[in-house]
């Protein structure tokens, strides 16, 4: 097949084909440069993308992937002449990147965009709206290509399947200026295409273009559905991915490279490159990969240990030997775990599906980047890495690990999440602005950075998003690795859908998936009709280790029927109490958590306890925890939980279940509202966190009903519903629990979910996402695999924050907004006063951010990059004064009905008069104040 420069060099420059191309224009100055920069001429940009494009082909080596997609396709169309088609359809690709901007000959576009005095307006145009350029460039792709699949003589068969595929790859150019894919059939039947024959003679003769009118009336207006079905009859019972991968990808490469050009010239100066984008974000030299993947095995004693006696190794029977609990053998135990994954990966490295189940502190994250940097090292072509989590707790943590373990700098490593802040890879100035910010942005929209850690949703929307801005980055995914933590926190309703993609995508761009979980047995045991490759499992013994008491016996679960049946919170209370007293009697002291469903019930439980009389936690030792608290004063409560100081102090921790996410803290006590049995073992998780302590405990209870959050999913249905019952008995519940046996739950699930996939007529998986994936419905597929199904509103509290929390460790101060952000704020005029930062300054800038916005747009002064930059940067600023809520809560509705809060550009605000209440609605120690809202509704945060 030839190469995409190959089909470069066959297709004549813009500049050939367009008469009097030099009076067309495709950019103008932002207003502030008109005097010092000259305008873009329409080849210029051509040339640039097209530059752009083949750059992002070099350095993220795909070809292979593009060739492979394409090859794919036409042995499931079962094309006749298939070399001949190949190259066609690569040609096709290609193409639509040189024509993407043809359309820009529109003399609307010219004089009234491009204030061009070449041009004069026409007021009888065709175009919706008239300056458009994306309609005509689409019309001009498809009267070059369709008329060339009539000449090239192709067989009758593939004749008809290419002149549909023509028009969907013209798509990519219709909707370069969209915000969302949508539908490729429909916005191509949609578009009229073939009701403007004589209205485009004109512009194609331009070109030198002719387009013959029996196949615009045949393909573009009378016979376009009759050619879509019978495409859609050829595509039955074929995997339809190829296609679809395809052309997203295509959209990606093309909006990506449209975007860089855009913005090399938008930011260079007359006879500069500041623009210019050449940092791709890749591990570009081998050398670099040689020294990360020496780091693991250096930088950290316990991985020195495990690499250097790799070849002696004697292995442990998990199951049999190492018993006794104790720090000793529970390293062992770890550092088996990763000669056994050393070993399996080395013996796998062909291969791109890979499992980790490893139980809780095992030592998960050191595990994955041990198969990360094996990986590496045994397939030059892999040079980028994305860790995948549920929670920017674990994104900060991995972050800082990575850094630590990998030795990785600012210029390799950074977080992407909706409170990270703006990431820089160059040195700031002494003026507080970084070196060039004009990079640091494009580094940062894209990503260009070899190891990114993100968000779950952040990254699945990449696989499946409708949506331009994050398809942008979907070309960075081939050649990668990308690592999954905590899978089991993903409803299993879209673990088909996960497996689905995952799968696909691994096999058409050479990526290497590495899933982890503590608890979830491989995903692959769904029944997936399309699925690739099986899963290797790099601890394949995990029940072994799962089971052996230096993991398992670390928590007892106990299950005491007075806790199951007619709990009242009063009872709750005093066995709480009786048992936190009996370890305190016998330890000296105790460190309990206690867990609830509902912020409500925590904080209900917190005032029966101040008011119980008891003497065994100090007011001042007895934290909330929730939703609702601000992360600095979350960060405050945990640094004072770990510090060693307080080891000798009764502390109570209240919490609901956002301790759970990855939260970093070891209790000796521990009761739980039972819920999901995962969230149960997560729970277990953060006592006796290093198994250092005996006679630790978790005790379930059922004060809350868990269906109103659980209802849906699977897992609960299992343990609750009717049919199952005799299969997951009480005794199973704890047996799961207490000896690790979480397959027992999961086979349960898998014939479940599978049960359903094989339904006919019903909304399972083959409705929602194989047939959208043929239909190329990109609207639906997005719709119809949501990570967070749940809409959320962020909340901001104009409140004093301080600026520094005492560290955990040093007992020193840790900042809470770093010296950048400070240095930003004070650009505004804006200093800490006292230690402390006020919320309702950081709001004014915010507002004057988006006054100068609107100013700009008013003033039409175009892209204004430090708007954007500032934005960012204040974004994580921001996230510390803000947390979460159910969208249209009846608690969101009562605040806004009392004046408490009010909807304001973006957030949920709330305001002075709740603030300055008698009874405020929002307590810096225990969050959001239900004492101060009449509302009886529970809401889980």
């Known amino acids: 097949m030839l190469t995409c420069k190959q089909i470069f060099e066959l297709l004549l420059p813009i500049e050939q084909q367009l008469k009097n191309h030099s009076d067309y224009l495709a950019h ?30 070099e350095e993220h080596d795909l070809e292979n992937i593009i060739d492979s997609l394409i090859i794919d396709l036409c042995n499931k169309l079962k094309f006749e002449g298939k070399e001949k088609v190949e190259n066609f359809i690569k040609k096709l690709f290609v193409s639509t990147i040189v024509f993407h901007d043809y359309g820009k000959i529109n003399e609307n576009f010219q004089a009234l965009r491009m204030t061009n005095n070449k041009f004069r307006k026409n007021t009888t145009s065709p175009f919706t709206p008239p300056h458009g350029h994306s309609w005509l460039g689409t019309y001009i792709f498809n009267s070059q290509f369709l008329e060339e699949v009539v000449q090239e003589q192709f067989e009758e068969y593939d004749e008809c399947l290419l002149f549909t595929i023509t028009t969907f790859f013209s798509y990519a150019i219709l909707m370069h200026h969209s915000s969302n894919l949508g ?30 009118k029996e196949y615009s009336d045949f393909i573009l207006r009378d016979d376009y559905e009759t050619l879509l079905k019978q495409f859609r009859e050829e595509q039955q019972n074929e995997d339809s991915f190829p296609l679809y ?10 909006t990506a490279s449209d975007y860089l050009a855009t913005h090399e010239y938008m930011n260079s100066s007359e006879h500069g490159k500041e623009g210019a984008t050449v940092d791709f974000g890749v591990f570009k030299y081998r050398e670099r990969i040689v020294e990360v993947c020496e780091n693991i095995r250096k930088s950290q004693l316990h991985n020195q240990k495990t690499f250097s006696e790799l070849e002696s190794w004697k292995d442990y029977d998990a199951a049999e030997e190492l018993q006794e609990m104790s720090k000793p053998n529970l390293n062992l135990l770890r ?40 990986l590496l090292d045994q397939n030059p072509e892999l040079n980028k890495v994305f860790y995948v989590f549920p929670f920017t707790t674990l994104i900060t943590q991995t972050y800082k690990s990575l850094k630590e373990t990998l030795i990785l700098n600012d210029n390799e490593l950074v977080e992407i999440h909706s409170k990270a802040g703006f990431h820089s890879k160059r040195e700031e100035n002494e003026d507080g602005e970084y070196g060039n910010e004009k990079k640091d942005y494009i580094d940062n929209k894209f990503a260009l950075f070899p190891v990114s850690v993100l968000s779950h949703v952040k990254f699945f929307d990449i696989l499946k998003t409708n949506n331009k801005e994050t398809n942008y980055l979907l070309h960075r995914l081939a050649n990668s690795i990308v690592i999954i933590d905590e ?11 996960m497996l689905y993609f995952i799968s696909q995508y691994s096999a058409y761009f050479n990526i290497r ?54 709990l009242t919170i009063e009872k709750l209370r005093d066995f709480v109490l009786e048992k936190s007293e009996i370890y305190a009697n016998n330890k000296g002291s105790v460190h309990t958590i206690i867990e609830f469903i509902f912020k409500k019930s925590a904080s209900n439980f917190r005032q029966l306890i101040l008011d119980s009389g008891q003497t065994l ?21 945990i640094n004072t939980i770990k510090n060693k100081d307080n080891r000798d102090k009764n502390i109570l921790l209240i919490t609901t279940q956002v301790v759970e996410a990855g939260v970093d803290i070891d209790m000796d006590l521990g009761f739980k509202n039972t819920s999901l049995l995962d969230s149960d073992e997560q729970l277990a998780g953060r006592v006796n966190r290093n198994a250092s302590k005996d006679t630790c405990e978790v005790y379930l209870f059922k004060l809350n009903d868990a269906n109103f959050i659980y209802g849906k999913d699977e897992r609960y249905k299992v343990l609750t519903s009717k049919d199952t019952k005799a299969k997951i008995s009480k005794e199973d519940i704890s047996d799961i629990l207490n000896k690790k046996e979480f397959y027992r739950l999961y086979k349960e699930v898998f014939e479940r979910i599978n049960l359903y996939n094989r339904k006919a007529y019903a909304d399972n998986f083959g409705a929602e996402i194989l047939d959208n994936v043929e239909k190329l419905n990109f609207d639906e597929i997005d719709r119809n695999f949501k990570i967070i199904d749940q809409k959320n509103e962020t909340v901001f509290v104009p409140i ?63 892209f204004d990059i430090k708007v954007k930059i500032d934005f960012k940067v204040l974004q994580s600023i921001m996230s510390k004064f803000t947390f979460s809520l159910f969208a249209h809560s009846k608690v969101v509705t009562e605040l806004q009905t009392l004046g408490f809060m009010q909807e304001k550009y973006g957030f949920l605000l709330i305001t002075e008069s709740g603030l300055n209440l008698s009874n405020p609605v929002y307590l810096i120690k225990h969050g959001l104040n239900e004492s101060a809202i009449q509302t009886t509704e529970n809401f889980f945060l």
């Open 800 to 862: 004093q924050l301080p600026v520094q929390i005492e560290s955990s460790i040093t007992g020193e101060q840790e900042d809470i907004f770093s010296k950048d952000e400070l240095k930003f704020l004070e650009v505004f005029n804006l200093l800490p006063e006292a230690g402390m930062l006020d919320g309702r300054d950081v709001w004014d800038v915010y507002e004057s951010l988006i006054d100068r916005e609107i100013k700009n747009k008013k003033e039409e002064k175009g």
């Open 617 to 637: 936690f100090d007011e001042e030792n007895i934290f909330v925890l929730s939703g609702t608290i601000l992360e600095p004063e979350r960060r405050k409560i």
């Open 245 to 254: 991968a395809l052309l997203k990808l295509n959209f990606s490469l093309l």
């Open 335 to 374: 550092q088996q775990m990763a000669v056994e994954l050393i070993r399996n990966i080395r013996n796998n490295t062909d291969k791109r599906l890979f499992y980790i189940e490893a139980p809780t502190g095992g030592g998960k994250t050191n595990l994955s980047m041990i198969a990360l940097t094996e």
């Open 513 to 566: 998936f590495i899933l982890m979980s503590a608890t979830l047995p491989k995903i692959d045991e769904l029944d997936i009709p399309t699925f690739k490759e099986e899963f290797v499992d790099l601890l394949p013994n995990a029940q072994k280790y799962l089971s052996n008491p230096n993991f398992s016996k670390r928590v007892q679960f106990v299950f005491d029927e007075e806790l199951m049946n007619n």
């Open 487 to 497: 899978v089991q926190t993903y409803n299993p309703n879209i673990w088909d859908k």
């Open 183 to 212: 539908s490729v059939s429909e916005k191509i039947k949609d578009s009229n295409f073939g009701k403007f024959y004589e209205e485009m003679k004109s512009y194609l003769s331009k070109y030198g273009f002719t387009f013959n």
């Open 28 to 57: 103008l100055p932002n207003k502030e440069d008109a005097e010092k920069k000259s305008v873009e001429l329409l080849h210029e940009h051509c040339h640039l993308v097209n530059t752009y494009f083949l750059k992002l082909i």
